[in-house]
């Protein structure tokens, strides 16, 4: 079942009110209804922390934290023109407390909706690296949109994975998914998001969990951006997620699952040894397959752009109207890192082809 319409007005209302504990509450009673559960309900055993844990990324460079602090946002039709600000944030969801970072770029009129991009950071990261390393906030500053960035709890993974290989988070209407999918809808509510025009993405394992919310949540996404990840439904649980972060997932996860049909971009290095390259191949295959299944055939086209020290080879997939469905950058020589991205950051590739530019320019050509 879908977001219910009224839902958002009725949350919307409440923000204009300055009414924003009602209103988040309203959304969260509204995607209950809509078949979300809370995380509390799964009695599935979690893996021993140990176990877990060793699911991340490899050697990273210490970066400085700031402390988080709740905010209370103005209503949206009461804003007047104002400069872009950086903020930290806190939801409450499922009995638990999310730090998030929000990104508003300069606002002009505060009556125009904004697209909303969800930035899923990878292990040993935080919502303020991953922002440092992808300068997404520069992109969204140009191009005119709102940049989430949630956090994960280090209770729930001590690396600060999100944990996409765990049964419990790969269903719709639980676990972080559902917090995810829950949080956006309160930012479009709160801070005049449009809610056709919302993306994921995210690194690594950021990555896997965008392409499990795009599989999950296809009423509330509009596009899904996977760099150095994995697709939806390549691991279950620890042993099948090594074996696929280190294979690739099996013919069966790829070919055997029934996708959800979704634009997707993809961006994988050559070089990766953390996440193997055919995994980037294999959610390619995967979205081939779906929208093949929904009567969607997709032309391929070829080309090597001269945009960065390594090179690259982009492939893109159209549907008859010409409009590009699928694309995927293979960078070679790019390892396991953010393509592009700044070194101020963890976990960042500056001579690679800039993904947060690609990433951009992809989702901005589609809505809902």
């Given at each position: 079942?879908g ?6 007005q ?8 300055g009414r924003?504990m ?20 799964s009695h599935?055993?979690p893996?021993?922390?140990a ?10 460079r ?12 103005a ?9 872009a ?19 508003e ?7 125009a ?18 922002a ?27 690396m600060?994975c999100?944990?996409w290989?765990?049964?419990?988070h ?6 972080e ?7 956006v ?6 801070h ?14 950021g990555?896997?969990?965008a ?8 009423d ?23 074996s ?16 959800v049909a979704?634009p997707?971009i993809v ?11 055919g995994?980037?191949?294999a ?16 032309e ?11 090179a ?9 109207q010409?409009?590009?469905r ?11 890192a ?13 001579q690679?082809?800039a ?13 809902r």
């Amino acid at each position: 079942m879908g977001f219910d319409p009224a839902a958002l007005q009725r949350a919307t209302q409440l923000t204009r009110e300055g009414r924003l504990m009602d209103a988040t509450r309203a959304i969260q009673e509204a995607l209950g209804n809509g078949g979300f559960a809370s995380p509390e309900t799964s009695h599935a055993p979690p893996p021993t922390w140990a176990a877990k844990d060793d699911v991340t990324d490899v050697e990273y460079r210490e970066v400085s934290s700031v402390p988080m602090i709740e905010t209370r946002a103005a209503p949206a039709s009461a804003r007047p023109a104002r400069d872009a600000s950086f903020t930290a944030h806190v939801f409450a969801f499922g009995g638990h407390r999310w730090r998030y970072r929000l990104y508003e770029p300069r606002r002009a009129d505060p009556a125009a909706l904004l697209p909303v991009l969800v930035m899923l950071h990878g292990c040993k990261q935080d919502s303020e690296d991953f922002a440092r390393g992808t300068g997404m906030n520069a992109v969204a500053e140009r191009d005119g949109f709102l940049v989430v960035y949630p956090e994960q709890l280090r209770k729930s993974n001590q690396m600060g994975c999100w944990n996409w290989f765990e049964a419990q988070h790969q269903r719709r209407g639980a676990g972080e998914p559902a917090m995810i999918a829950a949080l956006v809808q309160a930012v479009v509510a709160s801070h005049g998001g449009d809610p056709k025009r919302v993306y994921v993405a995210g690194l690594s394992a950021g990555g896997a969990m965008a392409a499990i919310l795009g599989e999950l949540y296809p009423d509330v996404f509009a596009a899904v951006g996977v760099h150095s990840g994995l697709p939806a439904g390549s691991a279950s649980d620890v042993p099948s997620a090594f074996s696929a972060m280190r294979k690739g997932p099996s013919p069966h996860a790829v070919v055997g699952r029934r996708a959800v049909a979704i634009p997707t971009i993809v961006f994988h290095g050559s070089s990766d040894k953390t996440v193997a390259p055919g995994n980037g191949q294999a959610i390619v295959q995967q979205q081939l397959a779906a929208h093949a299944t929904g009567g969607t055939w997709l032309e391929r086209e070829e080309a090597r752009p001269a945009q960065a020290q390594r090179a690259a080879t982009r492939e893109q997939w159209l549907d008859d109207q010409g409009q590009v469905r699928l694309e995927s950058w293979r960078i070679a020589g790019g390892p396991h890192a953010w393509s592009g991205g700044h070194a101020s950051g963890s976990f960042t590739d500056p001579q690679g082809p800039a993904a947060s530019e690609a990433m951009a320019r992809f989702f901005l050509r589609h809505a809902r």
